[in-house]
């Protein structure tokens, strides 16, 4: 009861932990601030585990109430420099083929081997050109072209079953980190039981916990039988800031291939330094998609145009990732045999896909399955009239609300977000329909007042995601409901990711998220103020009977 609506901590969260005795105004001075990391949240309970052992726990114990407050490590700043230092140790021929200033060598064409079953014959050109290619190879997937669920998984198995080289595979959020878990399992006991996670418990899906190193080592109680172990292990998998903090790993074992999902999310002070660790790394990313975070401000990132070395590698903003500086500089360079382009895409229904092919890819998606893709709506509910159940893109005006500004909160988009899944999730039970709905809002805020009215109607969500887009990337659900969330114009700028050719990237990941139908819930007349999110309104049916 004590706990503010509207407080967005969710699982993995770092956070600080200090007393507020009752009735106070809490005073953090007053007390030893402990560091967490937030384990669960629900609506009754949060789990945390403290960051060191207490020996004395009568402190703790002596309060009733305690304040949590979000908190960050330096340890990730760290480990850039870290990195930036090992590129610099690295030979001078190395060191040319990472910057992208010399083409890395071919190697000598394996021949036509076995091919894993399921894959088309572009998927497989590109199979094949990614096991050929030598120190570095670019794959770039639109969204639902089976980037981690066919060419990932497909690389695996080669180099798992067909060599003895040991993989490593990195992706730049847990979330992606658990889609390779999946997709390793996918492959069969041989490979799912076998393979180690680094990472925290906190940060990883239950279903993978078990193959993380603490719990795999956990029975072991000499060093050589842990290192037995993981010598024998052929098969790791972590985030990329998770590796860099077990370095002491690279002493132990050699490393021969890595791939890197998500690699277009990644600045250049986070790869540099792991490439030299590996004789060879495929990068799997979309430029298009979620940009690398950064929270410096354009204006200190961008750098003095007319420069001979900025030009030499392709850098102009310090804000772009490795991936799209290398994909535009062998572009540039004609390197084409360095990428593979995936243009096959089986998740989206071809409606939705023409919003993505119209403003972002200019023609290239295809649909796998056009006549599974091209079914219209009414076919799978039938005696239906509402437009909710006839189109595939639905636009839901609402009213900016100003005092809500500062707080990244719309409340009647929750309402509203609350009704669709109350209609939706009768109407999936009454077809008989297996679908998935998922809810995207770009602030935590409103995810928090969202379930927060949940809780108040009982509204079960227990099969609904409502996350960030930021979160979603490389997920996808039957039905996506986004809560815009956009109180003025200031507010539209933040929820906005523009590239140098003006598309919005945050927009094209939530709309491709969507299999069967894409709701956005906003504002009209300050989403029209942006090019994409016009040419998105413009493109759907309009709703307001919700």
Known sequence: QRTNPLANFRAGDIAVMYPCEKDQQADPTKY???????????????????????????QIEKYKYWNLEHDLLDSSFRSLYQSLWTLMGADALTRQIILGLVPPPINKPRGSGPVPPGLTATQQAIYQEGIDAGYLYLLWGPPGTGKTSMMIRSWVWYYYTQTTERIVLLAYTNKAVDEICEALCSLGSEVGDHYIRIGSRAATGDAYRHRLLEQVIEPMSKRNEIRTRLEQTRIYVATVSSLQGKSELFHLIP??????????????????????RFKKTILVGDHMQLPAVSTQPARMSMLKPGQPWTERIGLSDMRMSYFERLYRLYQSKGWHHLI?????????????????????????????????Q???????????????????????????????????????EAEITIRLITIWK???????????????????????????LAHLQNVDLTDVTIDTVERYQG???????????????????????????????????AVTRARQQFILIGTEGILNSQQAYRSLIAMSARYEQV
């Open 426 to 452: 009768e109407k999936i039970r009454q077809a008989g329909l297996s679908w998935s709905i998922g809810v995207i809002t770009p602030f935590k805020a409103q995810i928090a007042a969202i379930t927060y």
């Open 374 to 412: 091209g079914r219209v709506l009414s076919d799978l509910l039938p005696g239906e009239t509402s437009v909710l159940f006839r189109e595939r893109l639905i636009f839901i005006p609402s009213k900016s609300r100003l005092e809500e500004t500062y707080l990244k909160t719309n409340q009647e």
């Open 255 to 276: 490393f021969d291939v890595a791939i890197m999902d998500e690699a277009s999310q990644l600045l250049e002070p986070s790869v540099v330094g792991l490439l030299t």
């Open 340 to 372: 593979g382009i995936l243009s096959e895409q089986g998740r989206m229904h071809s409606d939705i896909m023409r919003f993505a092919n119209d403003h972002v890819y200019k023609g290239l998606l295809k649909v796998v399955d056009e006549e599974r």
């Open 32 to 58: 030893q601030l402990h560091r967490a990391n937030v384990v669960q949240v629900d609506a009754q309970h949060v789990v945390i585990r403290l960051r060191n052992t207490q020996i004395h726990t009568g």
């Open 475 to 509: 997920g996808a659900r039957d039905i996506i409901i986004m809560s815009s969330t956009v109180n003025s114009h200031l507010t539209l700028a933040r929820i906005t990711s523009d590239n140098d050719d003006g598309i919005d990237r945050k927009l094209n990941v």
